[in-house]
């Protein structure tokens, strides 16, 4: 077996420049979290804690126990290296301040993705995105930058093997948990998307709800080798965004969450899942857009708003993008 490296001493040896003492702690606590987690949803239905609670998520989407469980191991962990002055979750209304003396960063997380799927035993995970704060004190406001300046952007995947995947702006690395020293070890090295793919993602329930463009692009996959495309296309949908951003790091393919009639913003978040996917796709080699703008372009005026995306493989993104392009000039 060969020995690989572990997110520690990967860590040590490849981050440089201003925030790299911050991050290291950071990314400490963060492990630990992801840790926590994976033992959790390991356990299944043994610990009892595959339920739905009788509470709602501010998106009024009912909370299930293991939501609220890993934002609490997240909000836990992360108040450790003392460096994180607040945090948004998908499961809290509000941003929480954390009572640390020299925060700098701000963490935006979404614990449980996918958590429709947890009670089926399919894959699930976990996303986050840090920012920069102006201070101690952060208020609601400060955590409304764009995506283009987030610090750092990774996802936990509980899948066939436990994997945290990281961009801190040069490159993206995956490492899996070695449950034998339970160490992260890099088992992916530089992951880059290839440009072209037959392969794509989307909840094909919605047809009837999409917008022409995206009518258009997925009409032509399936029409196949005998429409324009010329190629035959393959269908994937895991219902956990983080799964099919691993797969398309992995092998290629394109994810869409568009707007459509039912709605009008898209499905997911922003700040917790659409920008740090699209910080690590793009520094993959990828592409993500709304459509019409780069989704880490887009200004938020929510912490909890929804975006329309698309993302994946850059050539069939580009494509996408400019059938959006085409229909926005007729109008
Ligand atoms: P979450 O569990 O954090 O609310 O996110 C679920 C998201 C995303 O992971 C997935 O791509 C999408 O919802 C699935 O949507 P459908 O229910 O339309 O399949
Ligand atoms: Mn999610
Ligand atoms: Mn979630």
């Not at 610990?47 to 739905?52: K, Q, V």
Request: hydrophobic share 40%; glycine share 8%.
């Amino acid at each position: 077996m060969t020995q690989n490296m572990t997110i520690t001493e990967f860590l040590a040896q490849h981050l440089q420049g201003e925030h790299s003492g911050a991050l290291n702690a950071i990314l400490d606590d963060i492990t630990v979290a992801v840790k926590q987690i994976a033992i959790a949803i390991d356990a299944g239905a043994i610990t009892g804690n595959m339920g739905s609670l009788a509470t709602e998520n501010v998106q009024g989407e009912v909370q299930k126990t293991l939501d609220v469980l890993t934002n609490d191991i997240f909000i836990e962990a992360i108040q450790k290296s003392g460096y994180v002055a607040g945090m948004v979750s998908e499961e809290l209304i509000d941003p929480v301040n954390l009572t640390v003396k020299n925060g700098q960063y701000l963490l935006c997380v979404d614990p449980l993705d996918g958590s429709s799927n947890v009670n089926v035993n399919i894959s699930v995970g976990t996303i986050f995105s840090l920012l920069k704060a102006k201070n101690n004190q952060p208020e609601l406001n400060d955590f409304l930058q764009a995506g283009t300046q987030q610090i750092c952007a990774g996802y936990a995947m509980y899948g066939t093997s436990t994997m945290l995947v990281l961009t801190t702006g040069n490159g993206v690395n995956g490492f899996t948990l070695d449950k034998t020293s339970n160490d992260f070890v890099l088992t992916h090295p530089n992951m880059q998307i290839p440009q072209e793919t037959t392969e794509f993602a989307i909840n094909m329930s919605n047809y009837r709800f999409w917008q022409e463009p995206v009518q258009r692009y997925i009409d032509e996959c399936l029409q196949g080798t005998e429409g324009e495309r010329d190629k035959d296309f393959n269908m994937r949908w895991v219902a956990s965004m983080v799964a099919e951003v691993h797969r398309i790091l992995v092998r290629g393919g394109v994810f869409m969450y568009p707007s459509d009639a039912k709605a009008k913003m898209g499905k997911l978040r922003l700040m917790y899942e659409a920008n740090p996917m699209s910080f690590i796709v793009e520094q993959a080699g990828g592409a993500s857009t709304t459509g019409l703008q780069r989704v880490m372009e887009v200004a938020p005026t929510g912490i909890h708003q929804r975006v329309p995306i698309m993302l994946g493989s850059k050539n069939e993104i580009d494509r996408v993008a400019i059938y959006h392009q085409k229909k926005s000039k007729r109008k």
